[in-house]
Structure formats: C-alpha cells, structure tokens
C-alpha cells in the first residue's frame, strides 16, 4: 500500500479503529506535513515558535496562552506539576520531591482508567498523589467537596471512552465544586472534537492530542489560564525536559490547528456517513453478525458500526479481530469491548477503496471460518494472555 512499508519491511495497516495510538493515531493532513518537512531542514528559536503556538492554541480554543509539548500524557504530568510548583524555579527543579507543597490530586474514582497508561501514574509522575473520590460508578459533589483540603493542589477530569460513563459528576459542576475551595482543575480530553467547550466552561488547564482528530504529527496540545500555562510551560526545566517536543511537532501542531478551523467538518462527517451506510449494507446478511449504527460514546461527532458477533457465526469476537489483524494489510478494528462480543468499525481514518477491503475481509473470515469449523476455540482469558505476552515483547 506504500513505498514506506516495503522499504522498512512492515506490514500495512487498513484503520478501521479510529485514532489510536498504537496505529498511528491519524493520517497528518498536508498542511502540517509540509510544515514539518520544511522546518526539519532548518534552525528556530523554539522559545520564539511555542510563542507562535500559544497564540494559535488561543485562537482555536479561547483560552489565555498554551503551549506544545510531546503528548498529552505528558500535559497531564507537567499539570500536575505546575499546580504544585508555580513558576518557582526552585521548586520545579526540585520535583518530583514534593516536600512542602501541596501534593494531591483529586479524581472521580471512575476516571483513573488505562489509557495505554494509568492515568494515576501520570499524576505520580509528577510527584503527587492521586486520591480518588466516589465510588467507580457513583461520584456525588459531596464526594468532590469532601476531597478538597489543603493539601490540594489540583483536581483532574478525564474525558475519554475508557471512562465510567454512568454515575459521575459532571464537568461544569466538578469545575465549580473545585474552584469554590480554590482549586484549579485539569481537564484531559485527548481525542477529543471539542477544542473550545472546557476553556468556556471555566477549566485552568486542558489538554488535547495533536495527532488524532486534529491530524497533526505526534504532539501534545496544552491550553488554559494564562499563570499555570507560564507554570507547565516551566516544567522543561525540570522534569519536563524528558518530555521535550522538536520543533516538527510545535510547527506541525500549529498548522493542524489552523487547518482545522478551516475544515468543512460538515463534508467530512457526511463522507464518514457514506461508508458507515455502505457497511451497514455490506455487511447485511453475513451469518452470525448484527449491526447498528453507534454514535460517539463522547459526544463527538461521529458514528460508528457496532458488530455483535454471535455463535452463528463460527468465531468470537476476538478471534475476528484477530484474523482480520492477521491478514496483509492487516485490518485493524476496535476491539476493546469483545469480551461483550462486540466489535466497532470506526470510518475517522479510511477512504471508500479501504473500507470497502474492510467489510470483504469481515466477510470472507466468517465464510472461511464457517467451512473449516476451526473458530470459538480460544477462549478471552487465552486471548487476553496471548496479547498481553505479544505487548510485553521486544522487536528483534
């Protein structure tokens, strides 16, 4: 499918799954590519282009300044670690030792999820504590309120699938709970559409992904009042010097954004309709599945196919998904719900020719699999293991 694959001896990978990391997160869109082959040849005063970003960041999100960093885990950490710190130079080189500071974070029990890392950790990181208030599918206010002392330094919300999605307080009211005892909150919304809403709503902090919706190069978005971004932004000369973006990713990140207020999102969400329908009926009939159209679990905008995959179909769900990533190019699905039996098809990342290869895989895996009789065979535990020991390995 590219030059690039057979030079370097990969596999091609049809996305099927949505922005995901692991995949690559998204196809950067042309304006960023050419800023990041432009500026790769060149020399820059990074100081002078994160100033450029912040006012980029401003424009497309509201709020007063931001800054580009390596990826939003790591505005999660330099966050935190602001709230602690300031912009004392002393303390920020002192991190992650907290003595005298204040040191917890406070987080709704449903929102310390694994995001392909704990988002406890993430806190860690930086030298503090999590505490985690409700319970994971019930968090009340007077959980939040009871929370907040004076070892506070901040308290966290995350917007993400992984999260609980029932149960928790929601981001307005987390915002005026946390500031009414004067504390600033942290909002993490990585894949998220929404560039605008949190700023408004009131947060300090809020982080973004450049390299999923927006379509930028590897890179961390980090926008908010003005003093705890100098404060994040600060963190580079402590511990943030471990998390440094090249200027590629400042340039690309500021491009992405503006290419991106640009957007018909309107033409784009239509096109992403057009191959969710053209599953719907492409899929139609193939022995043991069922479908439904599935909108955002989020809010963003964007549907997804959900595939129940039954025992009529001579597989489980994971074994499909397995197969199918199996296959050259591999075909890669959203498979963090098969243990329920369900598969999503996500249209964010494909063309009409590549989701069309999609749907025929699908197809032809459960056919094939229906003659030979070889599917429901491995169990979730074995598929878990195996997963589990392939991620835990080292190329080579």
Same mark, same amino acid.
């Given at each position: 499918?590219?030059?690039?694959?057979?030079?370097?001896?990969?596999?091609?990978?049809?996305?099927?799954?949505?922005?995901?990391?692991?995949?690559?997160?998204?196809?950067?869109?042309?304006?960023?590519?050419?800023?990041?082959?432009?500026?790769?040849?060149?020399?820059?005063?990074?100081?002078?282009?994160?100033?450029?970003?912040?006012?980029?960041?401003?424009?497309?999100?509201?709020?007063?300044?931001?800054?580009?960093?390596?990826?939003?885990?790591?505005?999660?950490?330099?966050?935190?670690?602001?709230?602690?710190?300031?912009?004392?130079?002393?303390?920020?080189?002192?991190?992650?030792?907290?003595?005298?500071?204040?040191?917890?974070?406070?987080?709704?029990?449903?929102?310390?999820?694994?995001?392909?890392?704990?988002?406890?950790?993430?806190?860690?990181?930086?030298?503090?504590?999590?505490?985690?208030?409700?319970?994971?599918?019930?968090?009340?206010?007077?959980?939040?309120?009871?929370?907040?002392?004076?070892?506070?330094?901040?308290?966290?919300?995350?917007?993400?699938?992984?999260?609980?999605?029932?149960?928790?307080?929601?981001?307005?009211?987390?915002?005026?709970?946390?500031?009414?005892?004067?504390?600033?909150?942290?909002?993490?919304?990585?894949?998220?559409?929404?560039?605008?809403?949190?700023?408004?709503?009131?947060?300090?902090?809020?982080?973004?992904?450049?390299?999923?919706?927006?379509?930028?190069?590897?890179?961390?978005?980090?926008?908010?009042?003005?003093?705890?971004?100098?404060?994040?932004?600060?963190?580079? +000369? @402590?511990? /943030? #010097?471990?998390?440094?973006? &090249?200027?590629?990713?400042? $340039?690309?990140?500021?491009? *992405? !954004?503006?290419?991106?207020?640009?957007?018909?999102?309107?033409?784009?969400?239509?096109?992403?309709?057009?191959?969710?329908?053209?599953?719907?009926?492409?899929?139609?009939?193939?022995?043991?599945?069922?479908?439904?159209?599935?909108?955002?679990?989020?809010?963003?905008?964007?549907?997804?196919?959900?595939?129940?995959?039954?025992?009529?179909?001579?597989?489980?769900?994971?074994?499909?998904?397995?197969?199918?990533?199996?296959?050259?190019?591999?075909?890669?699905?959203?498979?963090?719900?098969?243990?329920?039996?369900?598969?999503?098809?996500?249209?964010?990342?494909?063309?009409?020719?590549?989701?069309?290869?999609?749907?025929?895989?699908?197809?032809?895996?459960?056919?094939?699999?229906?003659? +030979? @009789?070889? /599917? #429901?065979?491995?169990?979730? &535990?074995?598929?878990?293991? $195996?997963?589990?020991?392939? *991620? !835990?390995?080292?190329?080579?």
């Amino acid at each position: 499918m590219g030059a690039i694959h057979d030079r370097l001896g990969l596999v091609p990978v049809i996305n099927a799954s949505g922005t995901m990391t692991a995949l690559g997160a998204s196809r950067v869109v042309p304006e960023a590519r050419e800023a990041v082959a432009e500026i790769l040849a060149a020399f820059v005063d990074i100081a002078a282009l994160q100033k450029r970003a912040s006012r980029a960041i401003a424009e497309a999100t509201g709020a007063e300044a931001g800054f580009v960093t390596s990826s939003s885990a790591s505005g999660m950490v330099l966050g935190v670690a602001a709230a602690m710190t300031g912009a004392d130079p002393a303390a920020i080189e002192r991190l992650p030792d907290t003595q005298g500071m204040k040191d917890e974070v406070v987080i709704q029990a449903g929102h310390l999820v694994n995001f392909g890392a704990p988002v406890g950790q993430m806190i860690a990181l930086a030298g503090a504590r999590a505490v985690a208030v409700g319970t994971a599918f019930d968090v009340q206010p007077f959980h939040l309120e009871a929370a907040l002392d004076e070892r506070t330094a901040a308290a966290m919300f995350v917007v993400s699938h992984h999260v609980v999605p029932t149960g928790q307080v929601d981001l307005a009211t987390f915002i005026r709970t946390a500031h009414a005892q004067g504390v600033p909150v942290i909002v993490d919304m990585a894949s998220e559409y929404d560039l605008t809403g949190a700023v408004a709503l009131g947060a300090d902090l809020v982080i973004w992904s450049a390299h999923k919706f927006l379509g930028g190069p590897t890179a961390g978005i980090v926008a908010g009042k003005h003093d705890l971004v100098r404060a994040a932004y600060l963190q580079h +000369r @402590g511990i /943030g #010097r471990a998390m440094k973006v &090249g200027k590629e990713g400042i $340039a690309g990140a500021i491009l *992405a !954004l503006e290419a991106w207020g640009r957007r018909d999102h309107a033409a784009v969400r239509a096109g992403e309709m057009k191959i969710v329908e053209y599953w719907l009926a492409a899929l139609a009939g193939v022995a043991g599945l069922a479908l439904r159209v599935l909108p955002d679990w989020t809010g963003n905008p964007i549907d997804r196919v959900e595939v129940t995959v039954g025992e009529a179909s001579g597989l489980h769900a994971w074994e499909l998904a397995e197969r199918l990533a199996a296959r050259n190019p591999s075909i890669r699905v959203r498979d963090d719900m098969v243990e329920a039996g369900v598969l999503h098809l996500d249209p964010c990342n494909l063309d009409a020719g590549e989701a069309a290869l999609v749907s025929t895989a699908i197809r032809d895996e459960v056919e094939a699999a229906l003659a +030979r @009789g070889d /599917g #429901r065979r491995q169990t979730f &535990g074995e598929f878990r293991a $195996a997963n589990l020991a392939d *991620a !835990l390995s080292f190329p080579g």
